[in-house]
C-alpha cells in the first residue's frame, strides 16, 4: 500500500515552470487610500498614500502604494485575481482541503502609483509533508513576481502554503 | 519624525507598532484585500480549521503591520526592500498586536544607509507570532 501523500501529478509536472497569470486593473488612487486606510485603522495612514499635493513634495513625486498592496482584488475574470501556485494538492478520499498562509518572503522594486497596470507570472517551487497537530500536512513554496506596464519590477514573493 | 542615519547602529530597536484586532480591523482588510475566507469571517468556520477559540486574523494583515511599522520609522523618504516572515501562531480575536524589531545590521550603498532588522509581532500576552526579518534604505 503507498503511503499517504498530497502531492498530486500536476504538481510534478508543474514544479518550476512559469505560469504568465493576470493583468490588473489600473490601480486607482482610491484603491491606495483605502488599503491604506485598513491596514492603518482606526488611525489615519501617511499622507503618501492618499495626498497627492503633498506627495509631489516628497522624492516620489506623486501617490505611491504601501509595498503590501495588492493590485489583484476584486478581478472579475477568471482565473480571479493574482495566481495562487500554492493551493494545490488533493486528498485521497477526495474531501477539501484546508489551507492557511504559512509565511512570505518580497522584495521589493519600483513602487505601484495611481495608473499602474501590474502584470503577474507564478510558480511553484517545491514542498515537503509532514505529520502535525492537524495530521499530515503538506508545506508548498511558491513564487509571484510582478512587473508595471514599464516591465519594471514591482515585486517578488515567495510564500508558503500549508495544507491540510 | 523619521529615523535618521546617525540613529541607528546595530542593537537599535524599532519603536512599537500596536493595533488591537478583531472583527473591524479583519472586515476592513478583507474588503480591500478581497480575502473572504470564512475562518476570518465565521467563529464556528474558525473552530472547524482546528482554532477553538474560533475566527482568528489574517496573516497578510500582520505583515501589513510590520511594513507600516517600517514606514513609519523610517518616513516618506525612506524604502522598504524586504519584508519576510512566518506565521507561527494565530492572531487570536481582540489580541493587542505589537510589531517590535531590532537592527541587526547596517551597511553603506550608493551614499544610502541599508539597515537590516529582526522582526516580530507579539500577541496580548507579549508572545511571538511571527518571527522575520526586513531591509530598509535611509
Not at chain 1, 501529478?9 to 486607482?28: D, R
Not at chain 1, 493590485?71 to 486528498?91: D, I, M, N, Q, Y
Request: charged share 25%; proline share 6%.
Amino acid at each position: 500500500m503507498d503511503a499517504l501523500t498530497y502531492v498530486t501529478n500536476e504538481m510534478l509536472e508543474a514544479k518550476g515552470v512559469w505560469v504568465s497569470g493576470q493583468t490588473s486593473y489600473p490601480i486607482t488612487e482610491t484603491d491606495i487610500r483605502r488599503w491604506a486606510m485598513a491596514t492603518y485603522y482606526p488611525k489615519k495612514p501617511p499622507r503618501i498614500y492618499w495626498d497627492a499635493e503633498f506627495a509631489k513634495g516628497t522624492r516620489w513625486g506623486d501617490i505611491i502604494a504601501p509595498p503590501d498592496f495588492n493590485p489583484f482584488a476584486w478581478s472579475l475574470e477568471a482565473p480571479r485575481g493574482t495566481p495562487r501556485p500554492g493551493l494545490v494538492g488533493r486528498k485521497p478520499d477526495g474531501k477539501p482541503m484546508t489551507g492557511m498562509n504559512g509565511g512570505q518572503t518580497d522584495r521589493y522594486g519600483v513602487p505601484m502609483r495611481p495608473g499602474d497596470v501590474i502584470t503577474a507570472r507564478s510558480r511553484l517551487l517545491d514542498w515537503h509533508e509532514k505529520e502535525g497537530r492537524l495530521g499530515l500536512t503538506l508545506y508548498v513554496r511558491s513564487e509571484i513576481e510582478w512587473k508595471n506596464q514599464k516591465q519594471e519590477l514591482v515585486r517578488t514573493r515567495i510564500s508558503t502554503s500549508i495544507r491540510y | 519624525m523619521a529615523v535618521t542615519a546617525k540613529d541607528v547602529r546595530v542593537g537599535t530597536t524599532l519603536p512599537e507598532w500596536s493595533r488591537k484586532t478583531s472583527f473591524a480591523e479583519w472586515n476592513r482588510y478583507a474588503a480591500v484585500n478581497e480575502e473572504f475566507v470564512p475562518f476570518h469571517m465565521d467563529d464556528e468556520a474558525g473552530r472547524r480549521a482546528g482554532n477553538d477559540e474560533g475566527a482568528f486574523g489574517m496573516g497578510n494583515l500582520r505583515y501589513a503591520y510590520i511594513v507600516n511599522a517600517l514606514h513609519d520609522w523610517i518616513g516618506d523618504e525612506g524604502v522598504v526592500r524586504e519584508v519576510g516572515c512566518q506565521y507561527r501562531a494565530i492572531n487570536q480575536k481582540d489580541d493587542v498586536l505589537t510589531v517590535v524589531g531590532e537592527v541587526t545590521e547596517r551597511s553603506e550603498e550608493d551614499g544610502r544607509t541599508v539597515v537590516t532588522l529582526r522582526v516580530n509581532v507579539l500577541n496580548t500576552k507579549g508572545q511571538p507570532t511571527c518571527p522575520g526579518h526586513a531591509v530598509v534604505e535611509l
